[in-house]
T-cell receptor, first 115, second 113 residues
């Protein structure tokens, strides 16, 4: 398996622009997680999905952030409008509940810089 | 609610020396515990996990961890550190029936020659 795929790997944008981050989970996994990592706040869970349905979005910082999972093989995290404080590395992870694994498999991340 | 504390932000170890990274958790029931490693520019990779049974668990890359319920700890150890072990290490706690994990703030390991 190719693992969790994220695109783009790097994104540089100007304040006020819309940013869309993409994630393809491991085939067959039924959970998908979006995290944000910064030096100041560490690794934060933003939102997670089960079978394409959002379960917990309490970590989404504000209304400028939105996430969707239109099907089992694709998810997006959108920031509109973007601000410099959104600069971070955004990770997507997936897991399979069957068999009680609980292990999350992480993608390589998208490094976002907002100028 | 679960929580994880990694008290050491940075640790420097000489190559060939032993390593212990500390992790303390807070959870009322039996936790599920994990150690992940993050190399520069990479995502997180699972080193090992504890669900139940033998409290000493073996992982990849020669790492092991011991679950101590009385101390609410799950410390990571390696008998002899290699330069390639330099990375950031995260402890995480989960709970039966919940896929969500709570991560600690991480410990950055530096390996000196």
């Amino acid at each position: 398996d190719a693992g969790v795929i994220q695109s783009p790997r790097h994104e540089v944008t100007e304040m006020g622009q819309e940013v869309t981050l993409r994630c393809k989970p491991i085939s067959g996994h039924d959970y998908l997680f979006w995290y944000r990592q910064t030096m100041m706040r560490g690794l934060e869970l933003l939102i997670y999905f089960n079978n394409n349905v959002p379960i917990d979005d309490s970590g989404m910082p504000e209304d400028r952030f939105s996430a969707k999972m239109p099907n089992a093989s694709f998810s997006t995290l959108k920031i509109q409008p973007s601000e410099p404080r959104d600069s971070a590395v955004y990770f997507c992870a997936s897991s399979l509940r069957q068999g009680g694994s609980y292990e999350q498999y992480f993608g390589p991340g998208t490094r976002l810089t907002v100028t | 609610a679960q929580s994880v504390t990694q008290p050491d932000i940075h640790i420097t170890v000489s190559e060939g020396a032993s390593l212990e990274l500390r992790c303390n958790y807070s959870y009322g029931a039996t936790p599920y515990l994990f150690w992940y490693v993050q190399s520069p520019g990479q995502g997180l990779q699972l080193l090992l996990k504890y669900f139940s049974g033998d409290t000493l668990v073996q992982g990849i890359k020669g790492f092991e961890a011991e679950f101590k319920r009385s101390q609410s700890s799950f410390n990571l150890r390696k008998p002899s550190v290699h330069w390639s072990d330099a990375a950031e290490y995260f402890c995480a706690v989960g709970a039966r029936g919940f896929q969500k994990l709570v991560f600690g703030t991480g410990t950055r390991l530096l390996v000196s020659p």
